[in-house]
């Protein structure tokens, strides 16, 4: 007689317990198992939580055990039932794990190799072939591309969240419900009460406080006390919700003819205009992107506008960025005015709001939704549909797609479709977004995802000209941090570039994610293929990073930075001011959303920045897809290199009225699930 322990975890997720029949058959190079029911007698099995154990006794050898087979059948009503994991001892006394982490539903059984990641080469048997091709096989029916909109990234082809395969799906829909979060968001801040005056202005900037009143939050007071002062104005370029939009200005655009005559009185260091661009002292944020987008017109008793700015930074004598000139659209002439920190003080302060309208706008489109929120979910897709579980880098890479394709589709369905909430507040509703996600695909490249690139190209890598941009300084830490991780785990199983090369596994994730992410663009510079190990470590970094720390960086300040309305408009409802000398307060407010869509807008940036329950942050994977000791070694010298990270990043945040913390490891979670 040969006689096995089997112990069976089952997830401890609202209803990951079954009351269904499980049957389990062990598939060993000698033989197989007959099918066996795992009951104990007058003892409830398979509870949420529960970690249960059961003796499988047989008359025969089957050899070394290949593969589990596990079957659920019916009890009562179909049950789903989430597995964690299942171990078995061996007759020997040796111990195997097998990883699970999946649901399993009433379609059929399902097989699990133990738990020893193998690339296909390493496949001795023709029964782990075979189970590597089938697994594939039946992943590609499940996720399948769709396009959502021309010129878009490819999707998951699933209309609602519901039509998604199980494994994907949030734990409770309910927490993920747009409508709920906002309609709960309001609540919270106390901003219902202004709905019955939708369309209805502000009186003064004052009368914006008054949905501020439950808001007890250190950057966004300090926002609300300090949101017109220029030293404001600049600091959120390097440090605030969208800050990846300026660069080091060479030479002054033609299209931009601001003349030293113009700033020279802004200029601390008794130097030209052209010899501080030399100096590398010139920043340049332009918004051409915006250029032409139409304006929400969903709502025929409210005009909203937008514009494509152009705005001239310089980096004063005690290091701080402060405009100096901005252009509130591309083309210069007598009614596109240059306007200046000397004009009349509701002249600047327009202008400067309409640069953070047109910041925000492409912070949400292009920066956010499609920068992290979209090309993660095709990194996802092409994930599950060309790396079998078994596979080195679906271990490494699977917790960082963790619901990821679920929020998206519930965002589709809900957020950005058409009539949906975005519609509701946002001066690119109603199709603009669309437009601006359309263009910014065209412009996509692989090196802005790069991290360290995308600093360097942008000329902003030098911490002697820029020495408080948090952004980049925390964002290269944990770029290297999480390279050093990836470059651990790779070396454990590429022995050398032919390795990669042949890994056909690889090679078709990497190009499913070039062919459907970036539409087959060349010019992207995204690979179709991955030659060597330095470029596969490079490769994975900008996935585990583009779904981490890139998403929490640009998404978790948004209540922080975006909930004074002044600071961060959603809509404009005046065009922008074609003179000087015109503008009011009380033109600035008629141009300011309406008391509606700023309650709508404070509700949608609160809850876009709220941490979902039981948040897995970066370096937690309380999943053990992997159980080999080097990988575990490396897991917990990444955990322990991120926690130096957020101490270093505690320590200089403290006192300060402007703490930096988006890219504090303990504040990223591990995927883009919000």
Known sequence: MFSYTVTVATGSQWFAGTDDYIYLTLVGTEGCSEKTLLDKPLY?????????????????????????????????????????????????????????????????????????????RDEQTQIARQHRRQELEERQKL?????????????????????????????????VDFVLNYTKAMENLYVNRFMHMFQSSWNDFADFEKIFVRISNT?????????????????QFLNGCNPVIFEKCKKLPEKFPVTNEMVKICLERQLTLEEEIKKGNIYLADYEIMDGIPANATDPCTMQYLTAPLCLLYNNAKNKLVPIAIQLKQIPGPDNPIFLPTDNKYDWLLAKIWVRSADFQIHQTVTHLLKTHLMSEVFGIALYRQLPAVHPLFKLLVPHVRFTIAINTKAREQLICECGLFDKANGTGGGGHVRMVQRAMTLLTYKSFCFPESIRMRGLDSTEDLPYYFFRDD??????????????????????????????????????????????????????????????????????????????????????????????PPTMRQPPPSEKGVVSV??????????????????????????????????????????????????EKFQTCLQGITQRITERNKDKKLPYYYFSPDRIPNSVAV
């Open 219 to 235: 950057i966004s007071e300090y926002v609300m006390q300090h949101w017109q002062e220029d030293f404001m104005f600049g600091y």
């Open 44 to 120: 409830n099995d398979f509870e949420r939580g529960a970690v249960d154990s059961y003796d499988v006794t047989m008359t025969n050898d089957i050899g070394e055990i290949l593969l589990l087979k596990v079957e659920k059948r019916k009890y009562w009503v179909h049950d789903d039932w989430y597995c964690k994991y299942i171990t078995i001892k061996t007759p020997a006394g040796e111990y195997m794990e097998f990883p699970c982490y999946r649901w399993i539903t009433d379609r059929k059984e399902i097989e699990l190799r133990d738990g020893h990641a193998r690339l296909a």
């Open 475 to 568: 964002g290269l830490r944990v770029w290297d941090a999480v390279q050093s991780f990836v470059t651990e785990v790779v070396n454990i199983y590429y022995d050398d570039d032919q390795a990669v090369l042949t890994d056909t596994e690889l090679q078709a994730f990497v190009k499913d994610v070039f062919i459907y992410g970036l539409k087959d663009n060349k010019s992207s510079g995204f690979p179709k293929t991955i030659r060597t190990i330095q470029k596969l470590i490079e490769y994975l970094t900008v996935v585990i990073f583009t779904t981490s720390a890139q998403h929490a960086a640009v998404n978790f300040g948004q209540y922080d930075w975006c909930s004074w309305i002044p600071n961060s």
């Open 586 to 635: 009380e033109f600035i407010i008629e141009s300011l959303p309406d008391r509606g869509r700023s309650c709508w807008h404070l509700g949608a940036v609160w809850a876009l920045s709220q941490f979902q329950d039981n948040e897995l942050f970066l370096g937690m994977y309380p999943d053990e897809h992997f159980i080999e000791k080097p990988v575990k070694e490396a897991i």
């Open 143 to 175: 996720y399948r591309w769709k396009e959502w909109h021309p010129g878009f990234p490819l999707s998951i082809d699933a209309n609602f969240h519901s039509d998604l395969p199980r494994d994907i799906q949030f734990d409770s829909e309910k927490g």
